[in-house]
């Protein structure tokens, strides 16, 4: 069965504070792995799609990463603007995503 | 582009009643798919439309369905509400590999 985790459930930093969030996945047929933002009470904003093990790409104070297995999400100097959910699905061959429950973030001032 | 707008924001209904939420795709994309997010999840696949046909399903039951129209909106209807379907219903639309998620409809059951 097609499953997707993350860790930390939580995470509260300082500003400055940098971190990494953790997703590991098990999704057959996978045809991309990615990250979405969500503000409370919003749909998920789109931020990266990682396609293959090594593959890396960075927006602003973010970076994500994959291997075979897991990807991370790195927070370099996080800023409390940065404080939201973060969720990680995997692309099936269904065509369908599978979400893992998110990490919410709180950066503080 | 317009974005992926959905209808109602919120809406509050009594367990047993049916629901109709709506789904007005960003232009151009021809597929649209909804997931539920329960309070603190992360959004669960209930289904997906390609040119007006479903092409995939998740585990919901019978009583969710669901319709495409040839402008590419969408409607996502659920019967017989129970209070578990309290939730935020949300709608992407897509075309190949580009997904943009609506900001969704909150449904409360009571």
């Known amino acids: 069965e097609d499953q997707v985790t993350q860790s930390p459930e939580a995470l509260r930093l300082q500003e400055g504070e940098s971190s990494s969030l953790n997703c590991s996945y098990t999704?057959?047929?996978?045809?991309?792995l990615f990250w979405y933002r969500q503000d409370p009470g919003k749909g998920p904003e789109f931020l990266f799609t990682l396609y293959s093990a090594g593959e890396e790409k960075e927006k602003e104070r973010l970076k994500a990463t994959l291997t075979k297995k897991e990807s991370f999400l790195h927070i370099t100097a996080p800023k409390p603007e940065d404080s939201a959910t973060y969720l990680c699905a995997g692309h099936s061959y269904g065509q369908n995503f599978v979400f893992g429950p998110g990490t919410r973030l709180s950066v503080l001032p | 582009e317009t974005g992926v707008t959905q209808s109602p924001t919120h809406l509050i209904k009594t367990r047993g009643q049916q629901v109709t939420l709506r789904c007005s795709s960003q232009?151009?994309?021809?597929?649209v798919s909804w997931y539920q997010q329960a309070l603190g999840q992360g959004p669960q696949f209930i289904f997906q439309?390609?040119?007006?046909?479903?092409?995939g399903r998740g585990n919901f039951p019978p009583r969710f369905s669901g319709l495409q129209f040839p402008n590419y909106s969408s409607e996502l209807n659920v019967n017989a509400l129970e209070l578990d379907d309290s939730a935020l219903y949300l709608c992407a639309s897509s075309q190949e590999r580009g997904y943009t998620f609506g900001s969704g409809t909150r449904l409360t059951v009571v």
């Open positions: 999704v057959s047929g996978l045809r991309g």
């Open positions: 439309y390609y040119r007006e046909e479903e092409n």
């Open positions: 232009s151009g994309h021809n597929t």
